[in-house]
């Protein structure tokens, strides 16, 4: 089924944007030979196609959503055991944590409510929520078609447990529903439309965040590096991943795009990969790229577990 390939390219996609992006994370752009596939290396001396936090907690939220349904508190123990055990890792430890995130998961040890747990700062802005976003509208991409509002309350809902600012909640509710849209095949340029119907209801529902209308208002058309950066902002990061996207040839060009923004590397390569892989869909992804993903077993399960109904 169409839907399907474009659900699990979404997931997979994240894995592969991350795991090419961690070999060049936190370096600067410019600085590096052009990434064209898995390297070993990075801050983090992984294997060429192991991938990081990004698809770690992704593999959490989506095994939380698969088991239990709906529960932030339950998303955060996952989380947790991430932290604390190395679950759900590609080698078994957690690494490359965020710092606002790291913070949430201390005070959901201290008070476990994964509604108060979050920074509610607009300075605790980062990228954390949008980059393991993927679960979110593959399980529930039916409501899309039926209740556009569902999903984007659960997917502002889903940032809340570490990353509550206005920004990273408004931030989740846009990529949602844009990855919902091409995860049923609607054309690219369409669901970037600034004017996109769909967009127009999300915002009549709730006003997006002034800062991330701007990009769903079309920012990444017309700004060019060095004013588009890879960072860890949500906002720049949201930004990042568009420009990368919006008018690459296929799936291949838009991540790679993504990577050599460098900074928050992987970040930047997930958050197009799953923007990428909602598009394209798996069959879109470079075979030697899925191929060599690490711990592919791991986002089996996760998909299968997504994908053995939905929860709407
Ligand atoms: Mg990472």
Request: proline content about 5%; hydrophobic content about 40%.
């Amino acid at each position: 089924m169409h839907t399907t390939d474009h659900k699990r390219g979404t997931l997979l996609g994240l894995a592969v944007g991350d795991a090419l992006g961690a070999a060049v994370e936190f370096r600067p752009p410019g600085t590096f030979p052009p990434v064209m596939g898995y390297r070993a290396g990075g801050p983090h001396r992984l294997e060429p196609g192991q991938w990081t936090d990004d698809t770690s907690m992704a593999l959490a939220l989506a095994d939380s959503i698969a088991t239990v349904g709906w529960d932030l508190d339950d998303q955060m123990r996952r989380y947790v055991r991430w932290w604390r055990a190395g679950a759900y890792s590609v080698n078994g430890t957690c690494f490359d944590i965020g710092i606002t995130t790291r913070g949430a998961l201390h005070r959901f040890e201290q008070h476990p409510d994964a509604m108060t747990s979050g920074d509610r700062a607009d300075r605790a802005s980062g990228n954390g929520s949008i980059m393991r976003l993927a679960p979110v509208p593959i399980r529930y991409a039916e409501c899309f078609r039926g209740d556009l509002a569902r999903l984007a309350t659960l997917a502002g809902e889903s940032s809340l447990p570490t990353h509550a600012s206005a920004t990273c909640v408004s931030a989740c509710r846009y990529l949602a529903v844009v990855l919902s849209g091409l995860i049923h095949g609607v054309d690219r340029d369409e669901v970037l439309a600034s004017d996109w119907e769909p967009l127009r209801r999300l915002r009549a529902a709730e006003p997006l965040h002034p800062d991330v209308d701007v990009v769903a208002g079309g920012s990444f058309r017309e700004r060019q590096p060095p004013a588009i950066r890879g960072a860890g902002y949500v906002v720049q990061s949201l930004e990042a991943a568009l420009w990368a996207f919006h008018d690459a040839r296929d799936f291949r060009e838009a991540v790679l795009r993504a990577v050599k923004l460098g900074d928050d590397a992987d970040t930047t390569g997930a958050v197009c990969g799953q923007l990428a892989g909602a598009c394209w869909g798996e069959s879109g992804i470079p075979a030697d790229w899925l191929a060599g993903l690490a711990r592919k077993d791991l986002l089996e399960s996760a998909l299968q577990g997504l994908l053995q109904g939905s929860d709407v």
